[in-house]
């Protein structure tokens, strides 16, 4: 097998300006500003799950219960526990349509106010969410729904940027280990929204939000100013005209080059090189390009996965092995370091080989296994925290591959000659659909956490009774 010649002395990086490392760095520490956020919440569910409760007001249970009616939402810790987790679907919900708009408008309006916008009203609404709520003791469902629905809203304008605008600066060549170690960036806001969380968690939850929300917004502000769209605005060519520059004696890494030369779409995207200024496509259009609807439906079924361990990971490591919240947010972020070395890694063996999907394929194969051995993971920190790093690896890899790498991939095919114009859309179906699959996946796992804790209230309500006649 030969030796890729963009790997080969150091060529890769040597076309690389100071001006993509700014680009890189601006976009990763963007999303991984989102990603804290997001992660914050399931950081302190415990917390506000005993905030939301009489037993965090309550001292003494002889004490009558008005008193405390006017300071919880819910009568037990798994009515409250189960709101969360309808929380986290509505939030998926929304941000899977939000997915698709955000594709479609960040194609059609500049990347950098429609990811500044997103972050900066992300971080408002995660504000009133947290300690706006809690400092004036306002506790009110619907206002709670409605405000994570406008987050999740607000958060979809992320990802289809930032990879829209990774898509405008690195080609083709080495996009598997760039776009791998890039899309770390989720990663590393969990890790990131960890570290924050369970820092000030001590002084209440509501400060966790309030920490991320600030340094979101500041982040927001820095990316309105700081981060450049595309190559050709500070009048540097763009990766189409470097490629096509270049003769490029490598096969596509989504399709053959037979059946590209074959089909022949029923609409045109672009025509002759001479056309500087290309037409958005359609959302139909987006959808019917090879490869966009079979990744999409297994992003789907992967981010089902991916998100149960986003959301409920410390939850469970708290509830069923009885550690402090604080410790089971950090023992978590191993699932993360699992994700960033996979992703790179798997990125890095997609690049030599020049296929994905084979990388793909033998991955999720072997994430099977990896969760099998994490379900049987014994009362111990330290085996714990490997067997969850195998699984991110084998699981959270794959999810940063398809995410970023592939979904670049598909929205640079030669059918539209690499238009940016696609890429934001593809990223949103993408992302979108797998985003939905997330939120199926939260209604599995809000009922197999509760159900365990229904039952073990009924017994405890059945034995005081019984013990109670008894003593009559």
């Known amino acids: 097998m030969a030796w890729p010649n963009i790997f080969q002395r150091g060529t890769l990086f040597s076309r690389f300006s100071h001006h993509h490392v700014v680009v890189f760095l601006l976009t990763f520490f963007s999303y991984s500003l989102l990603h804290a956020s997001r992660k914050t919440f399931s950081n302190v ?142 990663s590393v806001g969990n890790i ?16 966790a939000f309030l920490v991320t929300a600030a340094v979101q917004f500041a982040g927001g502000i820095i990316i309105f100013f700081g981060l450049l769209v595309s ?36 609409y045109s995207i672009q025509e002759g090189s001479t056309i500087t200024q290309v037409k958005a496509i359609s959302f139909y259009q987006a959808c019917c390009l090879p490869g966009v609807i079979p990744y999409s439906l297994a ?28 410790e089971a947010d950090k023992l978590s972020i191993w699932y993360d370091v699992g994700g960033i070395i996979g992703g790179t890694l798997q990125g890095f063996v997609s690049d030599v080989l020049q296929k994905r999907a084979p990388v793909l394929a033998l991955s999720l194969l072997l994430a099977v296994g990896s969760l099998v051995g994490y379900s049987r993971s014994p009362n111990d920190k330290s085996i714990n925290a490997l067997l969850m790093a195998v699984t991110g690896f084998f699981i959270g890899g794959p999810s940063n591959m398809i995410s970023s790498a592939i979904s670049a991939d598909l929205g640079h095919q030669e059918l539209i000659q690499g238009s940016s114009e696609a890429l934001a859309t593809v990223t949103g179906i993408v992302d979108g659909t797998g985003s939905i699959g997330a939120a199926v996946g939260q209604t599995s796992c809000t009922i197999l956490f509760i159900s365990p804790l229904i039952v073990r209230e009924i017994r405890h309500l059945t034995q005081r009774r019984q013990a109670h006649s008894l003593s009559e």
Request: hydrophobic share 45%.
């Open 45 to 186: 569910k415990v917390s506000i799950s005993k905030q939301w409760t009489p037993s965090a007001f309550n001292k003494s249970i002889r004490l009558p219960v008005e008193i405390w009616s006017s300071n919880h939402l819910f009568p037990s810790a798994e009515e409250a526990t189960l709101f969360l987790g309808t929380l986290d679907t509505i939030f998926l919900f929304s941000y899977a349509v939000g997915l698709f708009i955000s594709g479609i408008v960040g194609d059609r309006l500049n990347l950098r106010w429609v990811l500044s916008f997103g972050m900066c009203s992300s971080a408002l609404v995660v504000f009133v969410f947290g300690p706006v709520t809690e400092w004036l003791h306002f506790y009110n469902k619907g206002l709670y729904c409605c405000l994570w629905i406008g987050n999740g809203l607000l958060q979809s304008t992320g990802w289809p940027c930032v990879v829209a605008v990774m898509g405008n600066w690195f080609g083709k060549a080495g996009r598997g280990v760039v776009f791998g170690l890039w899309s770390a960036c989720a």
């Open 192 to 207: 990131l929204g960890a570290c924050l969380a369970s820092s000030v968690l001590q002084y209440g939850y509501e400060y």
């Open 231 to 266: 190559p050709e605005e500070i009048g540097i060519p763009g990766i189409e005209a470097e490629e096509n520059f270049e003769e490029d004696s490598h096969r596509p890494l989504i399709n053959d080059a037979e059946n590209e030369d074959e089909y022949e779409p029923n």
């Open 299 to 326: 992003y789907a079924c992967l981010k089902l996965v991916n998100y149960s361990f986003f959301f409920w990971l410390p939850f469970y490591l708290s509830n069923n092995f009885g550690w402090k919240e604080a």
